[in-house]
C-alpha cells in the first residue's frame, strides 16, 4: 500500500518559465518528507507533479521522469486520472462538497471512480476511512449532516478520510496546516504519524518546528532571485538538516537568519 517514489532530474515548467530546475531525489515508502523553503521556490509546484495535477493548467509541463515503485508516472499511456488515484492530495484549506453529507463526502473520491458499492460496504468503507483520520468519534452520529457545519480541523480530517477513502499509495499535503488552530494542527500531526505505516508521505510545510516533529526527511528547496528557478539544495534525514546541514544556506534558513 506504500510505493517509492523516485524523481530524476525533473525540470518543471509554466509554459516556457522554468519553475523548478534539476529536482532528484529518493522518497522511501512508509515515510514523511517534508518540503521546506522561502515563499516560490518551488515546493507546491513540485508537489503537484508527484500526482500530474501540475498539468492540469494550461501551458504546465515537466521534463525527466517521476517514477512510482520504478514506473514512470509520465510513461506513454499512462492514465493521469489513475496516477491521482494512486497518489492522493490534501489542500492547504479543507475543501470538502459543502453541500454534501458527511458520509458522501468520505465516499465522493470513490463515486468519482465509479466504483459500484452496496450499501454496507460504502458504510464498512466510510467508517474504516473515518477511523483512519481519527474522525470517527466525533461524527459517527451525524453522518448525514453536511461536511461544512464541522470545525476546520475536522474538515481538513474529512479530507483525509476522502482521500485515504480511494486506498491511495502516497499522500501529499500542501500545508495541511497552515488554516489550523494550533490543536487542530497537533491532531492532524498525530495523524500524520500514523498514516506513515501505510503510506508514504509527502508535505509542504512553512512551519520549521512541524517539519521536525512530523517528518523522517526534509528537503530544503532555495531560489536565487525572482524569475529564476527553484531548486533542491539540500536532502537528508530531519535531524540532520535541523542539526548539522551541509549547506550554509540551508542553515541560514532552518535557523530563521534568511532574508
Ligand atoms: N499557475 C501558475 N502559473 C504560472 N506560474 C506559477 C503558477 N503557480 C506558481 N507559479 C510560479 O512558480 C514558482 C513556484 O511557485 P510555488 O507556488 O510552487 O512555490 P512555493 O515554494 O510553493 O511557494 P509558497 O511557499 O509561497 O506556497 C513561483 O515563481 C510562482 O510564481
Redesign the pocket.
Known sequence: MSKRIEVDDLN?Y??K?L??EGVSMNIEPRSVTA?I????????????TLNRMHEA?P??HVQGEVLLDGEDLYGPGVDPVLVRRQVGMVF?RANPFPTMSIRENVLAGVRLNNKRMSKSDADDLVERSLVGANLWNEVKDRLDKPGSGLSGGQQQRLCISRAIAVSPEVLLM??PCSALDPISTLAIEDLIDELKQEYTIVI?T?NMQQASRVSDRTAF?N?AG??K??KLIEYDETSKIFSTPSVQATEDYVSGRFG
Do not use: M, N
Not at 37 to 48: E, I, Y
Open positions: 518543471v509554466y509554459s518559465f519553475a523548478v518540503f523553503g522561502p515563499s516560490g521556490c518551488g515546493k507546491s509546484t513540485l508537489l503537484r493548467i501551458g504546465a492547504q500542501d500545508e509542504v512553512h528547496f531560489i525572482t524569475g528557478p527553484g
